[in-house]
Structures are given as structure tokens and as C-alpha cells.
């Protein structure tokens, strides 16, 4: 039986109890401290302190400091009044029993209430987070929308200006032309006059004929110049293409994957590295067979060293199986089993909690995994003497397999040893 503590001094005001309690060289890290509004227990192996507190406290707010192998509490009265004594005295253990019982299940609700509240919180900040990714992308979208619409009527713009600048330059031809005629004629009727002034020769009807038809000639053959068009001028032209815009959401895009396939000597030159990355990251490979690197031989092989109970062996076998593949959940799950072996508490809690990451949805083909999990992570934690996180992981694994007279068994023994009438096994 745990050795109960009486050398402890308390004082109180009419707001607050001051409880000082000596740890008699227990180091701080094995001390568990559980408090209730109407209840208070410190366990340091072998000793044991509970108090049934003779008024209830405010908990919430209430303190407890440990250091220079002192316990020092600063307990909040929930009501300001004077108590006789700091434990309840006159009843009976019956009684006492229902105060420690009460105080567990205020404890567990509480704890779920946290849980609940801040996965309610992280659901809230989720959901905030998709609505300005979203808010974000609109946004985008609408910008590269404008930015489209400016760019058409600019283009429109400059197309109507050089078609206006095409038709002066026509008209200004055809008025060029019209003048050039008309001067043409001018001369032709300058030049009968002047003949006419000087007098005609005998054939002067056949002489006015020939300088007309010539200068026909000669204005025909300077319409047809004029007629066509000069040769193109040399320049060059710049042409701006827009983006590609992408109907889906960036989030759902798949921008690079299209490039990588569009491009084969890209994806071949990524497969490359990706294989050098890898010998470089995992240089134990060069020198195994092929069905070495596959993980779920490596895991099947150390299945084989677990039951040999090599157990450092079969660390190392999924140690390199999750160095090549992450994602197995039951990697983790034995790799937990072997450090809990090994006594390697804090590393079985860490595979355990990884397990469970990756055993999502849960569903029945993964149910007895789930189960294992909580029962390591469980067992780990009471190792560590943490057993109300234990107990919450036992009780987990009941609501999975809720007939398995084993759990039931192991999480009896650990209620048993929260209420302090039981030595810890």
C-alpha cells in the first residue's frame, strides 16, 4: 500500500487555501498531481497525499508549484468563508469512494469538453482558411478576367486606327490621281491652243491625233505606276501571348503535372535525380537485392525478428521500410511493439499516435489496428505512470472492441490504481 502523507502545513484567508507539502527527495518529474473542486490527490511513488477537501475550490484557477522538493498549492474557495479543517472528517469510506469516483468522471468530462473545443477550433480555423484560399483565388481569376478584356480592346483599338490610317492613305492616293489628270488634260488643251495660235500645217489634223494618242499613252502608262502599290516596308512585330488560365481552382490544378507530361526530357531528366536523390538519402540500398527495397518485405521480415524477440534487428527492418514508404500504418504499429520491449516509452508513443494519424477514416477493416494502437500507447503511458492518459486510451480501444475481456481486465486494474487502493503493478 502507498504511504500516506501527514507532515504536510496549510493556512488559509477567506479566499484561499496555502497547502505545503514535502516530496521527501522525489524527483519532480515522478510527481502526478490531480485536482477536483471537491478533491486533491499528489502521487509520488511509494508516498501518496489525497485530501477530501472540506469546501469546494475553483480549480481552473487554482495553482500548484513544485520545486526545492516542496508541493506548494494556492487553492481558489469557490465561496469566501473560514473552514475548520482542510479534509473532510466523519465520513464514511463508502462516501469517500463516491467523492474520488465523481472527481474522475468531472476530470474525464472535462477533458473531453477540451478535446471537443478544440477540434471545434481547428474545424472553425479550417474552414476560414478555405474561405479566403477561395476569396484568394476569385480574386485571381478576376484580375487575369480584366486583364484579358483590357488587352482585346486595346487590340480592337489598334486594329480600327489602322484600318482608319489604311483609308486616308487611299484617298489621299485617289486624290493624287485625280489631280495628275486633270493636269494632264490642262496640258494637252494648252498645247491646241498654242498650235492654234501659230497656225496649222497642211496635217494638222494628223499631228493634233499623234500628240494626243502619245499623251494618252504616256497618261495610261502613269496611272498603271501609280496603280501599284509600293513594296512592304521592313520592320518587325511583337507579340505578347497571355497566360494560360486554368478553369479549375489553384488548389485542384494541375499546372505542373501537364508541363512535366508535355515535356518528356523534363519527366525523364526528374526520374533521374529522383533515383540519385535516393541512393544519396538512403545509402544502404546500393548494396541490397530488389526485393530488399520492397517495404512490405522488410516488414514481413521484421514480423520474422519480433517473434525471435530480436527486437532491435526487427527496429531496424522498419526503420528502412518507413524510409521508403511512409504511409504503411502498421510499420509504426509493430515498430511501437518493439519499443515497448525495449522499455523505449516515449518513442511506442510516438509510432502509437503516428499509427492512429494514419489509420483515418476509421472503418471496420482497420478497426483491430486502431485498437492495438490505443492498447501500446496505453500501456506506454502507464509505464510512465500517466495513468489517466492511459486510461482514456484503454477506454478508446473498448468503445472499438467493446467485448475483449482483456482490455476490460487492464483498464479495470488502472481505475483501480487512479482511485489509490490498488499498488500499481
Same mark, same amino acid.
Given at each position: 500500500m502507498p504511504l500516506q502523507v501527514s507532515d504536510y502545513s496549510w493556512q488559509q484567508t477567506k479566499t484561499a487555501v496555502f497547502l505545503s507539502l514535502p516530496l521527501k527527495g522525489v524527483c519532480v518529474r515522478?510527481?502526478?498531481?490531480?485536482?477536483?473542486?471537491?478533491?486533491?490527490?499528489?502521487?509520488?511513488?511509494?508516498?501518496?497525499?489525497?485530501?477530501?477537501?472540506?469546501?469546494?475550490?475553483?480549480?481552473?484557477?487554482s495553482k500548484a508549484k513544485i520545486g526545492n522538493d516542496t508541493v506548494v498549492f494556492t487553492l481558489y474557495k469557490k465561496e469566501a468563508a473560514m473552514w475548520e479543517t482542510l479534509s473532510l472528517t466523519g465520513v464514511d469510506k463508502e462516501m469517500l469512494q463516491k467523492i474520488r469516483e465523481k472527481s474522475i468522471l468531472q476530470a474525464q468530462e472535462?477533458?473531453?469538453?477540451?478535446?471537443?473545443?478544440?477540434? *471545434?477550433? /481547428?474545424?472553425?480555423?479550417? &474552414?476560414?482558411?478555405?474561405?479566403?484560399?477561395?476569396?484568394? @483565388? =476569385?480574386?485571381?481569376?478576376? +484580375?487575369?478576367?480584366?486583364?484579358?478584356?483590357?488587352?482585346?480592346?486595346?487590340?480592337?483599338?489598334?486594329?480600327? *486606327?489602322? /484600318?482608319?490610317?489604311?483609308? &486616308?492613305?487611299?484617298?489621299?492616293?485617289?486624290?493624287?490621281? @485625280? =489631280?495628275?489628270?486633270?493636269? +494632264?488634260?490642262?496640258?494637252?488643251?494648252e498645247e491646241r491652243k498654242n498650235l492654234k495660235h501659230k497656225g496649222l500645217p497642211r496635217n494638222s489634223s494628223r499631228y493634233l491625233?499623234?500628240?494626243?494618242?502619245?499623251?494618252?499613252?504616256?497618261?495610261?502608262?502613269k496611272l498603271k505606276e501609280d496603280s501599284i502599290p509600293a513594296p512592304r516596308s521592313v520592320g518587325s512585330i511583337k507579340i505578347n501571348f497571355t497566360p494560360r488560365v486554368f478553369p479549375t481552382a489553384l488548389r485542384e490544378s494541375q499546372v505542373a503535372e501537364e508541363e512535366e507530361t508535355s515535356f518528356s526530357f523534363q519527366w525523364l531528366h526528374k526520374q533521374a535525380e529522383a533515383r540519385r536523390a535516393m541512393n544519396t538519402d538512403i545509402p544502404e540500398l546500393c548494396d541490397l537485392k530488389e526485393e530488399e527495397k520492397n517495404p512490405e518485405w522488410l516488414k514481413d521480415k521484421g514480423n520474422k525478428l519480433f517473434a525471435t524477440e530480436n527486437y532491435l534487428a526487427a527496429i531496424n527492418a522498419y526503420n528502412l521500410a518507413i524510409r521508403l514508404n511512409n504511409k504503411i500504418p502498421l510499420l509504426y504499429l509493430n515498430r511501437a511493439a518493439c519499443h515497448l520491449k525495449l522499455k523505449n516509452l516515449h518513442k511506442?508513443?510516438?509510432?502509437?499516435?503516428?499509427?492512429?494519424?494514419?489509420?483515418?477514416?476509421?472503418?471496420?477493416?482497420?478497426?483491430?489496428?486502431?485498437?492495438?494502437?490505443?492498447?501500446?500507447?496505453?500501456t506506454a503511458f502507464c509505464q510512465l505512470e500517466l495513468y489517466v492518459e492511459g486510461l482514456q486510451d484503454y477506454e478508446a480501444a473498448l468503445k472499438i472492441d467493446p467485448s475483449n475481456k482483456i482490455i476490460q481486465n487492464d483498464a479495470e486494474k488502472i481505475r483501480t490504481v487512479i482511485q489509490g487502493t490498488e499498488l500499481k503493478s
Amino acid at each position: 500500500m502507498p504511504l500516506q502523507v501527514s507532515d504536510y502545513s496549510w493556512q488559509q484567508t477567506k479566499t484561499a487555501v496555502f497547502l505545503s507539502l514535502p516530496l521527501k527527495g522525489v524527483c519532480v518529474r515522478d510527481a502526478d498531481v490531480f485536482c477536483t473542486e471537491n478533491y486533491l490527490k499528489v502521487n509520488f511513488p511509494p508516498f501518496l497525499f489525497e485530501a477530501f477537501l472540506y469546501a469546494p475550490i475553483d480549480d481552473a484557477s487554482s495553482k500548484a508549484k513544485i520545486g526545492n522538493d516542496t508541493v506548494v498549492f494556492t487553492l481558489y474557495k469557490k465561496e469566501a468563508a473560514m473552514w475548520e479543517t482542510l479534509s473532510l472528517t466523519g465520513v464514511d469510506k463508502e462516501m469517500l469512494q463516491k467523492i474520488r469516483e465523481k472527481s474522475i468522471l468531472q476530470a474525464q468530462e472535462r477533458a473531453k469538453e477540451a478535446i471537443e473545443a478544440k477540434a *471545434a477550433a /481547428k474545424r472553425e480555423d479550417q &474552414k476560414y482558411t478555405l474561405d479566403a484560399m477561395m476569396k484568394i @483565388e =476569385e480574386e485571381e481569376r478576376k +484580375k487575369i478576367e480584366d486583364m484579358k478584356e483590357s488587352e482585346r480592346i486595346k487590340a480592337t483599338k489598334e486594329l480600327e *486606327a489602322w /484600318k482608319e490610317c489604311q483609308r &486616308k492613305a487611299e484617298e489621299q492616293k485617289r486624290i493624287q490621281r @485625280e =489631280e495628275k489628270l486633270h493636269q +494632264k488634260e490642262k496640258q494637252m488643251e494648252e498645247e491646241r491652243k498654242n498650235l492654234k495660235h501659230k497656225g496649222l500645217p497642211r496635217n494638222s489634223s494628223r499631228y493634233l491625233a499623234t500628240k494626243g494618242r502619245n499623251l494618252e499613252n504616256i497618261f495610261s502608262e502613269k496611272l498603271k505606276e501609280d496603280s501599284i502599290p509600293a513594296p512592304r516596308s521592313v520592320g518587325s512585330i511583337k507579340i505578347n501571348f497571355t497566360p494560360r488560365v486554368f478553369p479549375t481552382a489553384l488548389r485542384e490544378s494541375q499546372v505542373a503535372e501537364e508541363e512535366e507530361t508535355s515535356f518528356s526530357f523534363q519527366w525523364l531528366h526528374k526520374q533521374a535525380e529522383a533515383r540519385r536523390a535516393m541512393n544519396t538519402d538512403i545509402p544502404e540500398l546500393c548494396d541490397l537485392k530488389e526485393e530488399e527495397k520492397n517495404p512490405e518485405w522488410l516488414k514481413d521480415k521484421g514480423n520474422k525478428l519480433f517473434a525471435t524477440e530480436n527486437y532491435l534487428a526487427a527496429i531496424n527492418a522498419y526503420n528502412l521500410a518507413i524510409r521508403l514508404n511512409n504511409k504503411i500504418p502498421l510499420l509504426y504499429l509493430n515498430r511501437a511493439a518493439c519499443h515497448l520491449k525495449l522499455k523505449n516509452l516515449h518513442k511506442a508513443i510516438e509510432d502509437s499516435s503516428k499509427a492512429l494519424e494514419l489509420l483515418t477514416p476509421p472503418v471496420t477493416d482497420n478497426a483491430n489496428a486502431r485498437m492495438k494502437a490505443h492498447v501500446r500507447r496505453g500501456t506506454a503511458f502507464c509505464q510512465l505512470e500517466l495513468y489517466v492518459e492511459g486510461l482514456q486510451d484503454y477506454e478508446a480501444a473498448l468503445k472499438i472492441d467493446p467485448s475483449n475481456k482483456i482490455i476490460q481486465n487492464d483498464a479495470e486494474k488502472i481505475r483501480t490504481v487512479i482511485q489509490g487502493t490498488e499498488l500499481k503493478s
